[in-house]
């Protein structure tokens, strides 16, 4: 039983007003007077603070149902309507869209209100924020669609505010290249999204195109096109979610301010990709081969980026290399159909990597735009709530016991063993230790040993309250939101999976205790090794390596954005330029020119009849007269 309710369309549309308002805002006063930034930031913070709270009504409203009647539907009007296509605008809540609203909301407005603090003093204080508010606007709507149509609005959203965000600071050119780069390589997945929607449709034909109808008519599907659709939307994920061979733009997204990075990695964009797969949980669910190929992309894009992740010394770069492997764990659990562990990753994850983005933002801030962990050292004294915060959101990526990144993760691991997929439980254990290296690397960089810049050191200082409170809000986060989903083996029930489970297609085998003591005690090992490597050469401090073989080979990212370049833009490029040299002028430039001769010729022909004398136009007069008198004669008669 669906219940329908109004206020599910409030939810994207605070922010999207706030977006609209403050655009307004910027746009009227930036040749004038501008307004306060307090103004500025208030507007901003309302919107998200509002969609916050009625995601909390959303969630209340659902929990006071009975599972199978989880369903808060409202279709705000008809959109279009082709043959068999009818597309409502309309909004669907349940148990996983309101998982994602909260936390979205909550770390959305953290991300708003710390951006207050971070970007007191830009020149465009005003147009950041309605970028900020469109980009929440965006993933809402994306969450909250109720069919792969209106999903799509969203979908393109987001790609459009992280071009935007990503240049922001648009006067210097690899910023305006990094947010083209986000941009065209987006467009690339969002192809096989529109391919895999179109043949979707195809396939199963009249019988609604929102997510229950088609849940319900997935029965119709050949096994053959259920795995291409299934292929195709993943070609979608790998583009936002930035998987093999779509994943070189997230990296250089760091171009943009770090609130921006924050968002991008924790809330919105990069998550969008998993919340796909997890919400066609029943069709992958049916076509077990092309779960398999998503498991397999996504454990060795975490291997991959992992391997980035140690080598790196721009404290942003190491992070966003760190948010594509863990994605990559997310697919990965998603793809042996352990929907809800996928999904609870997400959800802590978004915790502690908002954490460490805005952490390194206040090292930033702190270091006055300083990105390089290698002229960094000593700043636990000087930073002292960032370095407390930090370690918790450290800790919670390394997925050390207990933070809330052990118990997400862990599930994943158990899973992928527990259902017969060894590979990609040792890839994963693998790529747990390469975590907790490379991310106490940079924790012992930048706070331990000996200042390696003591001038920036001396004026270090810990940044104002608008920015560490959201910093202690968001490690609470990090710290327990794993209790919320304790296995059994803990005392625990499961709880957020249970709270999915009407959403998902999920898979929960049922194996002995000695095997998940087994893979805990695997993954706590894992962890273990890597702390104490990263300790052993980087805790006391240490001076920059000269990277050579494969440590040079991993700094440069085993030079893939190269090849890219060499296999795909120069040749497209060349050929663009062959093309044009051969269109230009032979198709466009000639009809021009044809145009101009027909009107210059016909100019001149009418040149001939304008002399200049009034007794030839008394004569044209009489002649047009003569005609006119002879035309209506013949009519009458």
């Known amino acids: 039983m669906e219940h329908s309710v109004t206020y599910l369309g409030y939810i994207p549309l605070m922010p999207l007003l706030g977006a609209l308002v403050l655009g307004l805002l910027h746009l009227f006063t930036c040749r004038g007077k501008a307004l306060p930034e307090l103004l500025y930031g208030a507007l901003a913070c309302i919107g998200p603070l509002l969609s916050f709270i009625f995601a909390l009504v959303v969630f209340f409203h659902l929990k006071g149902l009975p599972a199978e009647e989880r369903f808060l539907v409202h279709n705000a009007f008809t959109w279009f309507a082709v043959g068999d296509l009818h597309v409502d605008m309309g909004f669907l809540a349940d148990p996983l869209s309101s998982l994602m609203l909260l936390f979205v909301t909550l770390i959305g407005s953290l991300i708003h209100i710390y951006s207050v603090g971070y970007m007191a003093g830009d020149e465009n204080f005003g147009k950041f924020f309605a970028y900020l508010n469109l980009f929440l606007g965006s993933m809402l709507i994306l969450v909250l669609a109720s069919g792969p149509v209106v999903m799509f609005v969203g979908w393109e959203g987001v790609g459009l505010c992280s071009y935007l965000l990503i240049s922001y600071y648009c006067k210097e050119t690899e910023n305006v290249i990094a947010g083209n780069k986000a941009f065209i390589v987006n467009r690339i997945g969002d192809l096989g999204f529109v391919l895999g929607m179109s043949l979707l449709f195809w396939a199963i034909g009249a019988g609604g195109f929102d997510y229950l109808s088609l849940k319900a008519n997935v029965d119709k599907i050949a096994p053959a096109t259920g795995i291409a659709i299934c292929l195709l939307l993943f ?14 733009w997230l990296p250089d997204a760091m171009a943009g301010p770090t609130p921006v990075s924050a ?6 964009m990069v998550t969008a990709g998993v919340y796909m797969v997890a919400r066609f949980s029943f069709l992958y669910a049916s076509h077990a081969t092309a779960g ?19 080598f790196q010394k721009d404290i942003k770069k190491i992070l966003a290399y760190s948010t594509v492997s863990q994605l990559g764990y997310m697919f990965a659990g998603v793809g042996i159909a352990a929907y809800s562990a996928g999904i609870f990753h997400v ?10 983005f805005l952490g390194a933002g206040s090292v930033i801030y702190a270091l006055h735009h300083q990105q390089d962990i290698w002229k960094m050292g000593g700043l636990k004294s ?5 370095y407390l915060t930090m370690m918790i959101g450290a800790f919670a990526l390394a997925g050390c016991p207990p933070f809330s990144g052990f ?26 230790g390469m975590t907790a290296y490379y991310t106490f690397r940079m924790i012992f960089l930048v706070f331990h040993g000996e200042p390696r810049d003591a001038e920036a050191h001396a004026h270090a200082h810990e940044p104002p309250a608008v920015m560490t409170v959201p910093l202690q809000i968001l490690a609470f986060g990090a710290l327990f939101a794993g209790f919320l989903n304790l296995p059994g083996i803990f005392g625990g029930s499961l709880k957020v999976s249970q709270w999915l489970a009407p959403s998902l297609v999920d898979h929960h085998p049922h194996v002995s205790v000695w095997l998940e003591l087994l893979a805990i005690l695997t993954s706590i090992a894992a962890f273990a090794i890597g702390i104490t490597l990263a300790h052993r050469k980087f805790g006391q401090g240490a001076q920059e390596p000269e990277f050579t073989g494969f440590a040079k080979f991993g700094y440069h990212k085993f030079y893939v954005d190269e ?23 032979y198709v466009t430039d000639c009809h021009v020119r044809l145009s101009t001769w027909l009107y210059r010729k016909a100019g001149m022909a009418f040149k001939a009849l304008q002399v200049g004398y009034v007794r030839v136009y008394a004569i044209y007069m009489v002649i047009g007269l003569s005609l006119m008198s002879l035309f209506l004669s013949q009519t009458i008669h």
């Not at 070609?235 to 070189?248: E, T």
């Open 347 to 356: 959800f802590t994850h978004a915790f502690f990597k908002a954490l460490l």
């Open 563 to 585: 090849l890219y370049n060499a296999v795909f833009v120069q040749p497209y490029k060349a050929f663009g330029g062959l093309i044009s040299r051969f269109f230009e002028p």
């Open 382 to 386: 000087k930073l002292p709530k960032t």
């Open 235 to 248: 070609v979608g994920a790998c583009g936002k979610s930035a998987q093999i061979p779509l994943y070189v």
């Open 407 to 432: 118990f997400s993760k862990d599930e994943i691991l158990f899973s992928a063993l527990a259902t017969g997929h060894t590979g990609i439980w040792l890839v994963g254990v693998l790529v747990a």
């Open 292 to 310: 398999t190929v998503v498991a397999w992309v996504g454990i060795l894009t975490a291997l991959l980026a992992a391997i980035f992740g140690m």
């Open 263 to 268: 968002l991008i990695h924790a809330a919105t």
